[in-house]
T-cell receptor, first 114, second 114 residues
Framework: NAGVTQTPKFQVLKTGQSMTLQCAQD?????MYWYRQDPGMGLRLIYY???????DKGEVPNGYNVSRLNKREFSLRLESAAPSQTSVYFC?????????????FGPGTRLTVL | AQSVAQPEDQVNVAEGNPLTVKCTYS??????LFWYVQYPNRGLQFLLK??????LVKGSYGFEAEFNKSQTSFHLKKPSALVSDSALYFC????????????FGTGTRLKVLA
């Protein structure tokens, strides 16, 4: 039982390049989330998917797109990377069937945009 | 606007002394309340949560948290701090209904001194 996995762990991009961050969970959770973590700002929600087939914007969705590929996988795409997107990205999953809807986090992807 | 406040960027405590990490929130209704811990270069790990019932919640690694509805606070506590407790701690809130979104505080860095 791996929990939540993310790939890659590290990535360096040039401004304007694109990339996709991958996330998968093996806990059969319905809901999945993408956050970014910046110093002094805590975690900010980029997009979330309440259940398979649905996605919704979070607090900071501009410059990002997501795909809920199936129940297990939720990817985050940067179409044209900007230096302001330098951050650590975390994927999380949760399930309201578990009382209290605890989120479980992946190890993160550290992205630098030059 | 709904928000979570962690008023202290850093808390220093001597090993063996009790510790408190503060959290207050401004959310309508009766939210679910969470504490997470983040060790260097790792994802967030769940510590404990409050859903309903007893105001004192016990969690992992000897941590506990006290819910105070009148003060809208959910402070994290531990009777005797360990050096290994040094980490970044996040308070999070999920409104009881109507949304799958979580609101995170900006984090408090706990430093336990030997």
């Amino acid at each position: 039982n791996a929990g939540v996995t993310q790939t890659p762990k590290f990535q360096v991009l040039k401004t304007g390049q694109s990339m996709t961050l991958q996330c998968a969970q093996d806990m059969n959770h319905n809901s999945m989330y993408w956050y970014r973590q910046d110093p002094g700002m805590g975690l900010r929600l980029i997009y979330y998917s309440a259940s398979e087939g649905t996605t919704d914007k979070g607090e900071v969705p501009n410059g990002y797109n997501v795909s809920r590929l199936n129940k297990r996988e939720f990817s985050l795409r940067l179409e044209s990377a900007a230096p302001s997107q330098t951050s650590v990205y975390f994927c999380a999953s949760s399930d309201r069937a578990e009382g209290g809807d605890t989120q479980y986090f992946g190890p993160g992807t550290r992205l630098t945009v030059l | 606007a709904q928000s979570v406040a962690q008023p202290e960027d850093q808390v220093n405590v001597a090993e063996g002394n009790p510790l408190t990490v503060k959290c207050t929130y401004s959310v309508s209704g009766n939210p679910y309340l969470f504490w997470y811990v983040q060790y260097p270069n790792r994802g967030l790990q769940f510590l404990l949560k409050y859903i309903t019932g007893d105001n004192l919640v016990k969690g992992s690694y000897g941590f506990e948290a006290e819910f105070n509805k009148s003060q809208t606070s959910f402070h994290l506590k531990k009777p005797s701090a360990l050096v290994s407790d040094s980490a970044l701690y996040f308070c999070a809130v999920r409104p009881f209904s109507g949304t799958y979104k979580y609101i995170f505080g900006t984090g408090t860095r706990l430093k336990v001194l030997a």
